[in-house]
């Protein structure tokens, strides 16, 4: 229990740092355009017949790009940089959030959606929710959605990471995905924008990665519009993908890496056939159990006020958040939460009449939650964009946290502003709707069961509110299920760590397959999607992958990898270069090797060759 607890600490406390660390990098001097860093894509070009090597050196050059500002780039723009021997490069397609009150005022986070911070993407016709198109939401702002999801936050069910660790088969590294090794967290402070070694690009989206001869990824291609110049700027040992379920999987494709067959569909040049991506796209699926209440336990009134009265409630509550960070306008809008299992145990067959267990059970084991459940204040349609015209009544929304129901991510076009193609395929399974069915069977018997009974206004009847749940049939919840569910934020899974033969996109070291020089790091790397809120897997995962790429490169240590008479060793020099070494061993050396050796412990041994790369 006590790990559990540190591990929650630790990690909430980075998920606040990373909200912190985002704005502080939004009031930074320490943002370029796209024409201070990179070169011009038509200059390029001019100095390679080939179009894949070239690069300028300088400023035009970084040991890592990063591609995408959010969650995970801001862990990793910070503990790359920690390391003043290599110099690191952020290019976000958003702006700055300096200013932005939703960004930093946790109830009001909705005003970012459906606007010029948010990508404003939107699924194709969701064939079993009455071929409605469904809108998804992703922030595009430095800090990515840590910036707009309200800091809400958990981690999922211990379990979910030790299958993550189960489902590598063994491969290297698997090992070091299981939860115990979460444990480590850093803390991002304000004062990483004055290292020397990081810049950051606002306003840029990257539009392809660039691959040399051998498949290796030499940096990327962005620009900040649609027929505006392009440039360039390389990578000297990786490009780190970072730019969200929806945004990775689209670069790649653009790129030439994924199915060939959804390449050949846009005259995309193949650079790597690989079918995960863009595929096993996860969601959590929600739906929302709307109830009157009594006057006393609504809160509506500081968000959505309908006469002068309350327009001064929300006025006065900004003004004590602005002031304090207390009061109303400090809630998450969803502070009661709970997690349980319906598909089987106790609950689960009495919300359902004494009926058996769901067949399937995807979750990650039986400690683990197939539910959440969160109590709102509250009522809203269409993610709080739609009038919505009832007497004060509160919100119990329902999650199916394992969802079976799988989508994909492809491309509209070869065009790279060109909005992608989301189909999540949302209630495709049974599993999924019989899920739905209990937890909002489950959400009725709660607003029924004491303490919250007091609170339910018995005797108001409005066709917006659900007081009727409880007399539907199981067919007629299903039709209102498939009128009325909506996306939960958390898409993932899109370039898997798994197995290539098992799908995946990404080996145990979030290295692509298939190619040299690209990591992916990210929620699109989760093997199967986690039983929470995907902030806090994130963060870890960015945290892991840090530690990841400070081991593949070592400062002034030499790695072996092959023994003989003669030894042949990388060295990773200081400057951030990669030298290739043969040594000879002196008679006289009794030295053991091992994987690691530092320039003192080689001793005596003498260079009989030497190339640097």
Request: net charge neutral; proline share 5%.
């Amino acid at each position: 229990m006590s790990t559990n607890v540190d591990t929650a600490l630790a990690v909430g406390a980075a998920a606040i740092a990373v909200g912190t660390t985002a704005y502080a990098l939004s009031g930074s001097k320490t943002f370029y355009s796209a024409s201070q860093i990179g070169c011009r894509v038509d200059d390029v070009n001019r100095e390679s017949d080939q179009n894949k090597t070239s690069s300028t050196k300088g400023d035009r050059e970084f040991d890592f790009v990063i591609v995408g500002g959010g969650t995970a780039a801001m862990v990793l723009a910070n503990r790359l940089t920690e390391r003043n021997d290599v110099n690191v490069l952020l290019i976000e397609a958003g702006k700055s959030s300096k200013g932005v009150q939703a960004s930093q005022i946790p109830a009001v986070f909705f005003q970012l959606q459906r606007g010029p911070r948010d990508w404003s993407y939107w699924t194709v016709p969701q064939k079993e929710c009455h071929n409605r198109e469904l809108p998804w939401t992703r922030t595009k702002i430095l800090g990515g959605c840590s910036s707009g999801n309200a800091m809400m936050f958990n981690l999922g069910a211990p379990q979910d990471y030790d299958e993550w660790a189960q489902l590598q088969k063994g491969a290297d590294g698997a090992e070091g995905w299981a939860y115990k090794e979460f444990r480590k967290t850093a803390y991002l402070t304000p004062e990483v924008l004055a290292r020397p070694n990081l810049k950051v690009v606002c306003g840029a989206q990257v539009t392809k990665i660039r691959f040399s001869e051998a498949k290796r990824a030499v940096g990327v291609e962005f620009a900040e519009k649609k027929g505006g110049p392009v440039y360039f700027v390389g990578a000297k040992k990786e490009v780190i993908l970072s730019a969200g379920a929806i945004n990775t999987p689209q670069i790649l494709l653009l790129s030439g890496v994924g199915p060939s067959s959804e390449l050949a569909k846009h005259s995309i040049p193949v650079v790597q056939h690989l079918p995960g991506v863009g595929q096993s796209l996860a969601d959590h699926i929600v739906f929302n159990s709307c109830f009157p209440v009594r006057p006393s336990y609504y809160v509506g009134r500081y968000f959505v006020p309908k006469n002068v009265r309350e327009h001064l409630a929300m006025a006065g509550a900004i003004a004590q958040y602005l002031m304090k960070g207390t009061g109303p306008m400090a809630t998450n809008v969803q502070e009661c939460i709970a997690f349980t299992r319906v598909g089987d145990g106790e609950i689960g067959r009495k919300v359902d009449g004494g009926e058996g267990d769901v067949r399937e059970d995807s979750t990650s084991g039986k400690g683990a939650p197939d539910v959440e459940l969160m109590v709102t204040g509250m009522t809203w349609r269409d993610h709080g964009h739609k009038k919505f015209d009832a007497p004060a009544s509160m919100t119990i929304t329902t999650t199916v946290l394992r969802p079976t129901s799988k989508g994909t991510v492809t491309l509209k076009s070869a065009d790279p502003w060109d909005k992608p193609l989301i189909d999540p395929c949302y209630l495709t399974t049974k599993h999924d709707l019989d899920i739905l069915v209990r937890s909002v069977k489950l959400a009725y018997q709660l607003a029924n069961t004491e303490p919250l009974k007091s609170a339910v206004d018995q005797s108001v009847k409005h066709p917006l509110l659900d007081h009727a749940l409880g007399s539907k049939t199981n067919a007629e919840i299903e039709d209102v299920i498939r009128s009325r569910v909506e996306t939960g934020y958390h898409p993932s899974c899109t370039a898997r760590m798994a197995p290539l033969e098992d799908g995946g996109v990404v080996d145990a070291r979030l290295r692509a397959y298939g190619v040299q020089g690209l990591r992916v790091v990210d929620a699109s790397v989760q093997p199967e999607i986690v039983s929470g809120h995907t902030t806090g897997p994130t963060i870890a995962i960015a945290e892991k992958a840090a530690d990841l790429i400070k081991g593949d490169y070592p400062d002034g240590t030499y790695r072996v990898f092959e023994a003989g008479a003669d030894l042949a060793v990388e060295r990773f020099l200081g400057g951030g270069s990669l030298g290739l070494y043969l040594y000879l061993a002196p008679p006289s050396s009794s030295k053991s090797l091992t994987p690691r050796m530092t320039e003192e412990e080689f001793g005596d041994w003498s260079i009989i060759a030497a190339c640097q790369a």
